[in-house]
Every structure is written in structure tokens, then in C-alpha cells.
């Protein structure tokens, strides 16, 4: 069969594209031996040089300057295997006549043209091969059958949703173009003027009729969502005037709840304060108290050691002698069996201050004799272990520690005719002795010269200690009063903590309830002003409503009107719209009342 072609006009079609399509055309019919029919409307006509290649065609079958270099190679191919075929002489002028025979053959053009008007007339006079290379179909009337296939089929392109309504639809444009074709030959006879009616009329009016109705039907849509919109704005802003009422009657006692929680919170806290200052008072009154405590021990303290310091060069002066005295002086001491004098009174007072070995009268006459006190056998029970001894008496704080009060003042009191006497006790006389006499010499005096400063030192360290326990029972209650004022300072935190939780939500409720009244006046405002609009445009929604029903027969009225009525006088128009109209009674298709373009 013969594959239809024809050219897509679009935007930017020009001369350049008509030329491509028909060498494209021309070269599928002659090179690839295809049969091809070209459909060309009146309709496609840009500019007559697109006729004038057309007459070509049909008188010779070629474009004069249509091929390119490359095209002639591929058509002097074709040429050589015809010329071999009918054994003719290969030349470039045959063989491009070989293959227009061939493009002639197999192409077929096929031209639609409306007879209406003088360009049809001019179109034939200036080019005679659509004349006379052509043949010519006049097409008359419509049938029946044509009229409703074309109509049916238009109307299932678009969804236009007719429902039960399609085939009365259809009826209907039937109808509408042949009474439209009897009231032309009507007004041929009464004003002797034509109305040309074509297949193309009745095109437009399936088309008009179908943008017709969905520009209506979106028109109306657009208006019903609109007013529907609006109604529903009212409504809702009705719904929040009620809403926003509620909202103001459960916040206004939450406000009044917290502001009266806020009041006792300020109480609380008040009294918190004022117990936590209270607490600071006392506090500040114990830390003077403690710190006066603490500074009256450590001056004490410091006098005590002021005092010991006095006499620390005698002890060190002691305590050195003592440790140059070698265990065999000892010795030589203990075994010695006769004292002197110094040795006499420097025993005498050793035996005093050391207190632990008294001395008892002999009862051997010998030693009656040389020791008639028993001074010497006494301190031979002292000397008994030398190097125990000297250990014992270089550790002097201990020794002092370890005698009672009383007992050492009645030794001092023992010592003072002994010491107090410069010509027997004095440095001098004593050094003229052994090392050890001058060693347990500085030490009696350091020992003395200790229990003095022990009479003094040692009140001072009393009182010192007793401030000292004051100051830490002092510390002690202080830490308590802290601790108990960290507790108020905690909880007045946590209260001031819920204080601000309230006058942030007391702040919040306030500006919630101010925006809430705002938005209750404004939407009271606006519902009020609007009652009337909202009621009319609800009324309006319903008479948009239905006159969307009639759009299919109001919108077939119309397109008949637009396409149909325009070469008719208005007694003519009237008679067409009547006559539709009736029809649309008769096939029950719903149409405004009163209906008139």
C-alpha cells in the first residue's frame, strides 16, 4: 500500500524545511523504490513557491536545483540499473530521466482545497498542472453517518465527561449543521446571498464547542472554589471567634492563679531572706569571735615560744657539754671512792634536780666517815648505767614533762642555797673539776632556767589551747551556721528559680491573652462586617452550582452560534437558536432558562 506523508507546520517552518522534506519525499519514491501518497491542504500554503514546486512535481516529477552533489551520486545509481534493465546508454541525462520515471510512478499527491473565495480560482489559472495532472473530487454534503462518526469521534478525544448525555450531544451538532446547510439555501433564495459550508466549518464547531465548554467549566470551577473559599474563611474565622472566647475563659484564671502564686512566692522567699541575713549576722558575729580566739592563742603561743627561745641557748650549751662527756668519765665518777668539795656540791645538786635516787646516811662507818649523808652512794645508783644516763638527760623535755609541778618547785626551792651561792656554784670553780661535773653543772642550770620559763610558758600554753578548742568549737558552729545557710541559700535559689518560672509564665499567659483579645476583635470584627457577604456568596455558590449543570446545552448553543450565525442576518440567527434550543428540549439536555446569545 502507499505510505501517506505530509509536512508538520510548526513555528520557524520555513522554505529551507519544505525544500528538506521534498527531497526527502522525492528521494524515498525514486531511490528506495517506495510507493507514497503526499497529502498538502490549503491550509499548509506558507508562500506560492511551495505551489510552484507542487506544479513541478506533477508535470515532470522533479524540483529544478532541489538536489545536492551527494544526492545526484546516489541518483545516477539508481539511473545506471534502470538503464541496464531497458539496455540504454548510460549517460548522466538518462539516467536521471530512468529515475524520475521511477518518482513519477510511485508518487501520488493528493491536494485539499476549499473551493470558496477567489484564491482557489487564481491558484488554478497560475498553475495548469493542477488542472491538468490532477483529478478533481468534488465533495458535496455530509451524510448522516459522516456527521455523527466525525462528531463522536472529536468529542471522546477530550474528557468532557458528558455522561448519558453523549449520543444526544452528538445528535445535536448533526443537527445543528444541517439545519445551518437549509437555512444557507433559505438565504440564497430570499437575499440571494451564499453561505459556503464546509467540512471545515463543522470541524470548528466541534473544537469551538469543546474549548468552549472546558474554558466555561473551569471559569465556573474557579468561581465556585472561590466562593466556596470565601465561605469557608467565614466559617473558620466564626469557628476561632468561638475558640479564641474559650481560650480567654480557661486563661484568665490561670493568669489570676499564678499572679496569686507569684505573691506567696515573694512572701516565701521575703522570709527565706530575711532568715538567711539573720544567719549571715550571727555568722559574721562567731567569725569575729573565733578569729579574736585564734589570734589571742597564737600571740600566747608565740610568747610561750618567745619565752622557751630565751633559754634554748643554755639547753643547746647543755646538751652539747653533755654529749662531750665520754662514758668513762662517768665511770671514773661512779667507782671514785672520796668526793671534793666541788664534786660534793655539784652531786648534791644533781641528786636534787634529778630527783629519782635520794640520798640516805651509811651505815658502814667507813662511809660514815667520808659520806656522812650518803651523797656519793646515791649518785653511784644514778651513774649506775652511764650511757642511759647521759640519754636520759639530753632528752630534757621529757625529764621535765614527766615531773610534777609541785615536786619541781620543791626542787628548785632545795636548789636555791646551792645555786645562789656564786662562791661554790660558779662556771669557774666547777671547770676546774672533770668534764662530766661541768657537763651535769650547765645542765642543772639549763634544767633550772627551763622550770622558770615552764612556770611561765606553761600558763600561756593553757590558755592558748583552751582558745584554741574555743576557736575550733567556734570553726565547728561556724561550719554548721554555713551549712545551714548553704541550705537557704540552696532553697531561696530554687525559689527564685520558681519565681521566674512564674513571671515568665505569668508574662506568657499576658501576651497570649493580649494577642487572643486582639484576635477575637479582629475576627469578631470581620464576621460581623461579613454575615451579610457570607450569606450571598453561599446563595451564589448554589446558583453557580447549577448553572454548571447547564453548560453542555448553553455551550452547544454558543459554538453553533460562533461558528454557524455569522454570515446570517439576526432573523435568521434567531430562527437557528430557536430551533437548537427546542432540540435540547427534546433531548432533555439541561440549558439556562430563557436561553438567547
Known amino acids: 500500500g502507499y505510505k501517506c506523508m505530509q509536512i508538520e507546520i510548526s513555528k520557524g517552518f520555513n522554505m529551507n524545511n519544505w525544500r528538506d522534506f521534498l527531497r526527502l519525499l522525492l528521494l524515498t519514491a525514486g531511490e528506495e523504490n517506495r510507493q507514497l501518497t503526499f497529502l498538502f491542504s490549503d491550509t499548509q500554503i506558507l508562500q506560492p513557491q511551495m505551489l510552484e514546486d507542487i506544479n513541478n512535481i506533477l508535470n515532470s516529477g522533479d524540483v529544478p536545483a532541489l538536489y545536492k552533489a551527494e544526492d545526484l551520486e546516489r541518483i545516477y545509481k539508481v539511473g545506471d ?17 530512468q529515475y524520475l520515471l521511477r518518482v513519477r510512478k510511485n508518487i501520488h499527491i493528493i491536494l485539499a482545497m476549499s473551493p470558496v473565495g ?12 493542477l488542472v491538468n495532472c490532477c483529478t478533481i473530487d468534488w465533495f458535496t454534503e455530509w451524510p448522516d453517518e459522516a456527521l455523527l462518526g466525525v462528531a463522536k469521534g472529536s468529542m471522546m478525544e477530550g474528557d468532557l465527561n458528558l455522561g448519558p448525555k453523549f449520543d444526544s450531544v452528538v445528535e445535536m451538532f448533526r443537527y445543528m449543521h444541517q439545519s445551518v446547510e437549509q437555512k444557507s439555501k433559505t438565504y440564497y433564495e430570499q437575499l440571494r446571498r451564499r453561505n459556503y459550508l464546509t467540512p471545515t466549518s463543522y470541524l ?29 474563611k467565614l466559617e473558620g474565622a466564626h469557628i476561632a471567634v468561638i475558640k ?18 507569684l505573691a506567696e512566692k515573694n512572701k516565701v522567699i521575703a522570709v527565706e531572706y530575711e532568715g538567711a541575713e539573720e544567719t549571715r549576722k550571727i555568722m559574721a558575729v562567731q567569725e569575729g569571735e573565733a578569729k579574736e580566739k585564734e589570734e589571742n592563742a597564737t600571740r600566747l603561743s608565740a610568747e610561750a615560744d618567745a619565752e622557751v627561745k630565751k633559754v634554748e641557748p643554755m639547753l643547746k650549751e647543755a646538751v652539747k657539754k653533755l654529749k662531750e662527756v665520754k662514758d668513762s668519765d662517768l665511770v671514773l665518777l661512779k667507782t671514785t671512792n672520796v668526793m671534793s668539795d666541788t664534786m660534793k656540791i655539784v652531786f648534791e645538786a644533781m641528786l636534787i634536780m634529778y630527783g629519782k635516787h635520794k640520798p640516805k646516811k651509811p651505815t658502814d662507818p667507813a662511809q660514815l666517815a667520808n659520806d656522812p649523808q650518803g651523797i656519793l652512794g646515791a649518785m653511784k645508783k644514778v651513774l649506775a648505767s652511764p650511757s642511759g644516763l647521759k640519754d636520759e638527760l639530753v632528752d630534757y623535755k621529757k625529764f621535765i614533762s614527766e615531773v610534777a609541778p609541785s615536786e619541781l618547785d620543791n626542787r628548785l626551792l632545795k636548789l636555791d642555797p646551792i645555786i645562789n651561792n656564786p662562791k661554790i656554784w660558779n662556771t669557774e670553780k666547777i671547770s676546774h673539776g672533770s668534764q662530766a661535773l661541768l657537763a651535769f653543772y650547765y645542765w642543772i642550770n639549763a634544767m633550772i632556767s627551763l ?8 600558763p600561756l600554753r593553757e590558755k592558748s589551747a583552751t582558745l584554741n578548742g574555743q576557736k575550733m568549737e567556734a570553726k565547728k558552729t561556724l561550719e554548721e551556721k554555713q551549712k545551714q545557710l548553704k541550705v537557704i541559700d540552696d532553697k531561696i535559689a530554687g525559689l527564685e528559680v520558681e519565681k521566674k518560672n512564674l513571671v515568665e509564665k505569668e508574662a506568657d499567659l499576658k501576651k497570649e491573652i493580649n494577642e487572643c483579645k ?32 447547564y453548560l453542555i446545552g448553553d455551550c452547544l448553543v454558543a459554538a453553533g452560534m460562533l461558528a454557524y450565525s455569522g454570515p446570517f442576518t439576526s432573523d435568521f440567527r434567531q430562527q437557528m437558536e430557536i430551533s437548537w434550543v427546542e432540540l435540547l428540549n427534546k433531548y432533555q439536555i439541561l440549558h439556562s432558562p430563557n436561553l438567547c446569545m
Open 81 to 97: 540499473i534502470e538503464c541496464s534493465k531497458k539496455k540504454i546508454e548510460k549517460t548522466n541525462m538518462n539516467k536521471f530521466t
Open 118 to 129: 477567489e484564491a482557489f480560482r487564481d491558484r488554478l489559472r497560475q498553475f495548469p498542472s
Open 204 to 232: 470548528a464547531v466541534l473544537n469551538l464547542y469543546k474549548a468552549v465548554l472546558n474554558d466555561q467549566r473551569q471559569s465556573l470551577g474557579n468561581e465556585i472554589k472561590r466562593k466556596e473559599n470565601g465561605v469557608k
Open 244 to 261: 479564641l472566647q474559650e481560650e480567654l475563659i480557661v486563661k484568665q484564671p490561670q493568669l489570676e492563679k499564678t499572679q496569686v502564686e
Open 451 to 458: 622550770s622558770n620559763v615552764e612556770k611561765i610558758v606553761k
Open 518 to 549: 486582639k484576635q477575637l476583635d479582629n475576627a469578631s470584627k470581620l464576621v460581623k462586617g461579613l454575615e451579610s457577604e457570607r450569606t450571598r456568596w453561599g446563595e451564589e455558590v448554589g446558583r453557580l452550582k447549577e448553572k454548571s449543570t
